[in-house]
Nanobody, 128 residues
Framework: QVQLVESGGGLVQPGESLRLSCVVS????????VAWFRQAPGKQREGVSS????????TYGKSVKGRFTISGDSAGNTVYLQMNGLRPEDPATYYC?????????????????????WGQGTQVTVSS
């Protein structure tokens, strides 16, 4: 059974940082791509970043490029999202998602329909 469990969300002030974690079980990360998405109330789910461990490729959404960094641990079961310089427009529920590697992870790595497995989400709030 595939499980993705996110953690690390919280309340921070503008400009501060958070690191989200996604612990993956039930699948082999080297055969999959893992991505982070976010969804704010009343808005569509937005692709934040993706990571394909087998070749190390990473993608970032325009709104987070240069501020957020995705990475994986050496044990191969956790994917992180380091979020620096958080802004008032970043608050959302952040979701981790995974899919077995296929063409869509190359053509549409930040499209939620590409992904088969989802976590429950972790809340990020940015407020002064």
């Amino acid at each position: 059974q595939v499980q993705l469990v996110e953690s690390g969300g919280g309340l921070v002030q503008p400009g501060e940082s958070l690191r989200l974690s996604c612990v993956v079980s039930g699948l082999t990360l080297s055969e999959n791509t893992v991505a982070w998405f976010r969804q704010a109330p009343g808005k569509q789910r937005e692709g934040v970043s993706s990571f394909t461990p087998i070749d190390g490729s990473k993608t970032y959404g325009k709104s987070v490029k240069g501020r957020f960094t995705i990475s994986g641990d050496s044990a191969g079961n956790t994917v992180y999202l380091q979020m620096n310089g958080l802004r008032p427009e970043d608050p959302a529920t952040y979701y981790c998602a995974a899919v077995r590697n296929k063409i869509a992870v190359i053509t549409s790595p930040l499209n939620p329909v590409t992904y088969d497995y989802w976590g429950q989400g972790t809340q990020v709030t940015v407020s002064s």
